[in-house]
C-alpha cells in the first residue's frame, strides 16, 4: 500500500514538473511573439510617419471606395455605377458605356515627363482595343459640330510613344466645343505641364459633366455631349506646401481667364459627387480643398 503511495506521489511530482516546462516555454514564446510585434509595430508607425502624403502605398485607407484604387490621382466615386476602369501606361481611365465616354481621367505628370518630346503624334483617333461592348469610332464625331477633345491630353504623354497613342483611344475623347478644345481647355493643359517642370509632379483629374440624364447624342453610337467639363490639380508649391486647385469649363465658345475659371476643390466635389486626393491626411485635404491657391503669376 505504501509503495502505491509513493509510485503516485512520484507520478505526481514528474507531472507537475512537466506542466511547469510546458508553460515556461509557452511564456517565453509569448514574450517573443509580443516583442516582434512591438517591434514591428514600431517600424510600421516609423515608416508611416516617414512616407510623404502625396505617395501613399496602403489603399485600403481610401473613403469607402467604389472600387480599387491605387494613386493619389484616383478619385473616389459616389453617385453613379457601372462602367469599366483601366489603367493604361500614362493615364487611368473609368469609361461609361452609357454616355459613351469617360467620366473620369486621371494622371501624374513629373518634371522630366513634361519637358520630354520624344514622341510623334499619332495620325489618327482610334476605337479603344480593350474596351468591352459597343465601341466608339472617329466618324461618330464627323460634321457633328464638336472636337474629338482630349482628356489626357498628348502633351502629358510624350515621355512614351505607347503612352501618347494611348490617349488617342476613342474612350480618352469627349464631344468638345471648338473654341473651348483649341483656347481655355488647350491653355490649361499648357500651365499643367509648366506647373510639373517648375514644381516636379503634378496630380491631375479631369472629365465631361452632365446636367441630366438624357444629353444630347452625336453619331452612330450616340456619344453623349457633356454640358461641361471639370479639372482638379495638386501640385507641392515647395516644401511642406500642398496646393490644390479645381476648374469648371462650359461646353461653349466662351474664353475666360484661367484664373477666373479656378475654384475651390470643395466645390467641384460638391457639383459632381467625387472625392479628389483621398489619400491625404484629413487636415491637410479640408485645409487645401476649401481655398484657392495663389498660383496664377
Request: with cysteine; proline share 5%.
Amino acid at each position: 500500500m505504501n509503495k502505491k503511495k509513493s509510485s503516485l506521489l512520484g507520478s505526481m511530482v514528474i507531472l507537475i514538473a512537466m506542466l511547469l516546462v510546458v508553460y515556461q516555454n509557452y511564456n517565453k514564446q509569448t514574450t517573443n511573439i509580443n516583442a516582434k510585434e512591438e517591434k514591428l509595430t514600431d517600424q510600421l508607425t516609423s515608416d508611416t510617419l516617414n512616407t510623404k502624403f502625396w505617395e501613399p502605398e496602403n489603399t485600403s485607407m481610401t473613403k469607402k471606395p467604389t472600387y480599387s484604387v491605387d494613386k493619389m490621382e484616383i478619385p473616389v466615386v459616389y453617385h453613379y455605377a457601372g462602367g469599366e476602369r483601366m489603367d493604361r501606361m500614362g493615364y487611368t481611365i473609368y469609361y461609361d458605356p452609357e454616355f459613351k465616354t469617360p467620366r473620369w481621367v486621371a494622371w501624374e505628370i513629373t518634371r522630366n515627363e513634361a519637358k520630354s518630346d520624344n514622341a510623334q503624334r499619332p495620325t489618327e483617333f482610334t476605337p479603344d482595343p480593350n474596351i468591352k461592348g459597343s465601341k466608339v469610332f472617329s466618324q461618330d464625331y464627323t460634321r457633328s459640330g464638336y472636337d474629338r477633345g482630349h482628356m489626357a491630353p498628348a502633351g502629358d504623354m510624350k515621355w512614351s510613344s505607347k503612352s501618347e497613342e494611348e490617349t488617342f483611344y476613342m474612350t480618352n475623347i469627349c464631344p468638345q466645343n471648338h473654341e473651348l478644345n483649341k483656347g481655355d481647355w488647350n491653355d490649361l493643359e499648357i500651365q499643367t505641364r509648366y506647373w510639373a517642370k517648375k514644381y516636379g509632379k503634378v496630380w491631375v483629374c479631369c472629365g465631361p459633366i452632365y446636367k441630366t440624364k438624357n444629353p444630347k447624342r452625336i453619331g452612330t453610337h450616340k456619344v453623349a455631349v457633356p454640358d461641361a467639363f471639370f479639372k482638379v490639380v495638386l501640385f507641392n508649391k515647395g516644401k511642406d506646401n500642398p496646393v490644390c486647385v479645381g476648374f469648371l469649363f462650359d461646353n461653349n465658345a466662351s474664353h475666360k481667364k484661367m484664373k477666373d475659371r479656378a475654384v475651390s476643390v470643395d466645390s467641384v466635389e460638391s457639383l459632381i459627387g467625387m472625392d479628389f486626393f483621398s489619400y491625404m491626411p484629413d487636415e491637410i485635404e479640408n485645409r487645401i480643398e476649401t481655398k484657392i491657391p495663389d498660383i496664377f503669376h
